[in-house]
């Protein structure tokens, strides 16, 4: 009784949940009492039996009719999660009738005892949640006037500066505004190597600043935090349904009046009710409840230490049988960090004035382009005050007041209307600059691909994928190096991002396709492909949002273990529907032939369950 309390008072349980527990141990407290009362009470006086049995049933109306109108709630709504309380109250009822007054009292105790257990499984992996919480301050240290003031975190709004020491966690996502230092970046991305930061880079909630003081300023609020969407993932794990599993809730759908068919007919030729009442209780299908569920939690804690978030059942579904792959070039195959290497001027006087314009539009795009464009000047001295609207696959356009500035591709720029020289596009990566409708250059960047790139390409083809393609907005030579270097059967160059989604369209015709890209130039092939991965996703909606799959890091050894990973997944998922349709059908068979009596019946009725989350466990196993 005192673990049940302890569950009850659980801090982690809304106050619906705790109210229910702490109705489960009054009632059970209730039908313990009774039940030994009724006890005592027919030691001392033999001849009161009517008194005795109104004991019993007071009993047993305590602990029962809650069970009673659960059972009745399920029917009504056709929930079959309920099966366990409908067969048991079958049961219960049965028993009271034929003057069994001990074991329907027995059954529904023994059964609670069972799921107060099952609950304090459960709480812990909520404890776990709870515990994955508290990496996210609770608390902020704000500048205001000059002044350090302590304040909760969840009451920080977008804009306000506060300050990070070393050894202090973030309690929200912002932008470095003063200092430098390492950021542990582990509980968000699985790394263990600490990122160092300074003036404008990202950080994030749940990170912790390891060696230096720093100023930042938030940007995203408690909630709204990377950390959170996390949080919610996991919550959700539960929740994610499998198609393949839809087999279960149609066996469940079946199974009541199966059981009860199969119970009738054990009485009518065996005369042996009990036979038939433990049928009832042995038949619980607790384990099929737990076919999809149990995989599904255990591989997200797993997947969730490398920095792996997943969304829905696609993970299951299409993953693991994925025999196309399709690869975003920048920043996905390619290490994304462009190093200028040539330049060509037309009205530009020096290559500096080519980059402080192209500056002040790029350091409002998180493209890898943008971002080494930005790098290349004194981050203090970019003109911000451009209104920017960034053109997917194409490029920036920049207004203030009367000033114009475009910086893209050499298509994009042409499509303008600006007659731009294409001598240029054999070198590598080129943005073109254009201020005011003169062209003052472009600016010609190399790229590499990731070390791990060609072995990735390897791993993925030794577990399935028949065929492996580069999908990207830069002309052929650019391209070509790449897709040579890696070892990609395929390559697709120029294309704008609605191209890309034509192109996986027309392969899921006849393939099943997983695109893997950065969640923004990707979006739409991201949400089209039968599973779609983003790359370094950590910090961006868009990616989150488009992906079923979402990579907080750019480890591209990710992919073959997350296709692996779900292989695995979905043979234990089918191994868990074996065992416990196997389980089912030997307990009924036990109880039918009078092996198993209720009350044995009420306690292994959980076999299944223990067996399916026993097997589930194996997806934490790296021999398996």
Request: hydrophobic share 45%; proline share 2%; net charge negative.
């Amino acid at each position: 009784m005192k673990n049940m309390a302890v569950i009850a008072n659980n801090e982690h349980l809304s106050n619906n949940e705790k109210q229910n527990f702490r109705n489960s141990i009054l009632s059970l407290s209730g039908a313990l009492v009774c039940l030994a009362a009724a006890h005592i009470y027919g030691r001392i006086f033999l001849q009161q039996d009517i008194i005795k049995a109104l004991i019993f049933l007071a009993g047993i109306t305590i602990i029962g009719l809650p069970m009673l109108v659960t059972a009745v709630q399920g029917l009504v709504s056709k929930n079959m999660k309920y099966a366990m309380e409908i067969l048991v109250s079958i049961a219960m009822i049965i028993s009271t009738l034929s003057g069994n007054f001990l074991l329907a009292i027995l059954i529904p105790v023994i059964l609670t005892f069972v799921h107060f257990l099952e609950e304090k499984s459960i709480m812990g992996g909520r404890d776990a949640i709870e515990g994955l919480k508290t990496m996210q301050a609770q608390k902020a240290i704000v500048e205001k006037d000059g002044k350090e003031i302590e304040v909760d975190a969840k009451e920080l709004k977008t804009g306000d500066i506060i300050i990070i020491k070393p050894g202090m966690s973030l309690p929200v996502d912002g932008e470095v505004i003063f200092g430098t230092s390492s950021i542990d970046q582990k509980s968000l991305t699985g790394e263990s190597i600490p990122k160092t930061v300074e003036i404008e880079d990202a950080v994030f909630a749940g990170t912790v600043n390891i060696d230096g003081n720093i100023k930042v300023k938030v940007t995203r609020e408690y909630a709204d935090t990377s950390f959170q969407k996390i949080v919610k993932l996991l919550e959700d794990s539960g929740r994610i349904e499998i198609p393949d599993t839809k087999i279960v809730d149609k066996f469940v759908f079946y199974y009541i009046p199966l059981t009860l068919v199969t119970a009738l007919l054990v009485w009518l030729f065996t005369q042996d009710i009990n036979r038939a009442i433990a049928i009832l209780v042995a038949s619980c299908p607790c384990g099929h409840l737990l076919i999809n569920s149990a995989p599904m939690i255990a591989v997200l804690a797993e997947a969730t230490k490398k920095g792996i978030l997943i969304k829905n059942s696609s993970f299951v579904e299409h993953l693991g049988e994925t025999d196309y792959l399709i690869f975003d070039k920048t920043g996905t195959i390619t290490n994304g960090i462009l190093e200028a290497s040539n330049f060509h001027l037309d009205n530009a006087a020096n290559f500096k004035e080519l980059v402080m314009t192209a500056s002040c539009v790029a350091h409002g795009s998180l493209h890898p382009i943008s971002r080494s464009i930005v790098s290349l000047c004194e981050k203090k001295n970019i003109d911000r005050d451009y209104e920017i609207k960034e053109h997917i696959g194409k490029g920036i356009e920049g207004k203030k007041g009367v000033d114009v500035i475009y910086l893209g591709s050499y298509n994009w720029i042409r499509s303008l209307g600006y007659d731009v020289s294409d001598k240029y596009e054999d070198a590598g990566a080129c943005d073109w600059v254009v201020k005011n409708g003169k062209i003052l250059g472009c600016i010609v960047f190399k790229d590499t691909p990731r070390d791990d790139a060609a072995q990735t390409v390897i791993q993925l083809k030794n577990l399935g994928v028949s065929k492996t393609c580069l999908l990207t907005g830069d002309h052929f030579q650019s391209a070509k190096k790449i897709q040579d270097a890696v070892g990609i059967d395929e390559m697709r160059c120029e294309l704008l991002p609605e191209q890309k989604l034509s192109h996986v369209e027309k392969t899921m015709e006849s393939h099943t396709v997983t695109v893997i890209g950065d969640g923004i130039n990707d979006a739409l092939a991201l949400s089209k492909a039968h599973t779609g991965i983003a790359m370094g996703a950590m910090g961006s909606d868009t990616a989150i949002q488009s992906a079923d799959i979402a990579l907080m890091n750019n480890n591209l050894s990710n992919i073959p273990f997350v296709i692996k990973l779900a292989q695995k997944t979905k043979n234990i998922i089918y191994q868990n529907i074996v065992l416990a349709f196997s389980v089912s059908i030997v307990m009924i068979f036990l109880a039918g032939a009078g092996i198993i009596t209720p009350i044995v019946g009420a306690f292994f009725h959980n076999i299944g369950a223990f067996l399916v989350l026993i097997n589930s466990g194996r997806v934490l196993s790296k021999n398996n």
